[in-house]
């Protein structure tokens, strides 16, 4: 399975799982892959609600992940679009904050696994917080006082640090309540940012510095130099106005360019499935407290395990590197490094050519 640190070429898999996306558990299922073949923009092409979450304008809401490969993190957008089925013309999306690297971890690599969501999507240690360091993160996204009141899209998209170029992206429904009955706020907001996608540019190595990420956001880690790679060029680190400022209903005030920390990561505990959250505590400038990890799983033995004739239990050889593996009739892995470790599937699912379902 993934070893903390490692930087193999496997595909990620992470997705939000707050608020509720669209296919979190209706078939076919929010899968924790990339956008490309089989997953389009946007969205992953889902759009079948299974839960709408009510978002007060001016206020924030909790954004959590589920994922078993982080690629050492790198940089997210939140955005929104108010068009259903979520529109594949990126104009339609607008982007209401950004986080510059740490997002939605700050780690060497990949982090070690932990219990599988009950659809059987791998996941890893959580931190509770938005600031702990090898651990999934959890952040607290302010909506702006004045985007429009009404039914709308809330969008993830993220850019791996380290590995393939690669964009991922989930969706939710969602009712915007306390809000405006204009347009003019939310038209002002700059477009999302789009690459690694056929027609689109390509990134490059490292924490990405978005292009045109809005004046609302936080630096978690300086960029890279050429993260950029094809695309275009941002102009200098963001300096975002802080959450404080009169777009979220609060007194005008500007944060620094590297945000402060959040209150002392406490251990990270695994979650159960993607509802069990951690409620996160409102900001301090305190130093965070290192999160003690389990040790990474030993390594499967040359020549352990020969594909699906293996014994239960044993890592299976593999390719390519990334691929969900289904291992009889009750298990999975994910291939990295050419083995699959196995997982129990969760009750209530199977696993098919390379995707986990409900039975």
Known sequence: MVVAGLLGAAHGHMIMNTPTPYNLDSAPLLQVNPLGAGFPFPCQGRSTVDQTTTITAGQTQLVNFTGGAQHGGGSCQFSLTYEYPPPADKSKWKTIYTLIGGCPVSAAGNLPP????????????????????????????????????????????????????????????????????????????????????????????GVLNI???????????????????????????????????????????????????????????????????????KPSVVTPTPIAQPAPPAAPAAGSGSGSGSGAGSAQSCSPDGAIICIGASQFGICDHGHAVPQALAPGTSCSNGVIARV
Not at 137 to 144: D, G, K, V
Not at 164 to 174: K, V
Not at 236 to 261: E, L, Q, R, T
Request: charged letters at 15%; one cysteine or more.
């Open 211 to 281: 292009p045109n990420p809005g004046k609302f956001g936080k630096v978690l880690e300086q960029p890279a130099d050429g993260s950029e790679g094809s695309c275009p060029k941002a102009n200098g680190i963001p300096s975002f106005d802080g959450v404080a400022s009169p777009a979220f209903g609060g007194s005008d005030s500007h944060s620094p360019a590297v945000a402060a920390p959040s209150p002392a990561a406490p251990v990270a505990t695994p979650l159960a499935s993607p509802t069990t959250l951690i409620t996160a505590t």
């Open 114 to 205: 932990s219990q599988p969501d009950p659809n059987g999507r791998a996941d890893s240690v959580h931190c509770g917080n938005d600031s702990g360091t090898e651990c999934i993160r959890q952040f607290n996204i302010p909506i702006p006082k004045d985007v429009p009141n009404g039914k709308a899209t809330f969008a993830w998209t993220w850019f791996n640090k380290i590995g393939n170029r690669e964009i991922y992206m989930n969706c939710a429904p969602i009712s915007i309540t306390g809000g405006s009955d204009s347009t003019a706020f939310f038209d002002s907001l700059p477009e999302m940012f789009v690459a690694n996608i056929p027609g689109e540019c390509t990134t490059g190595q």
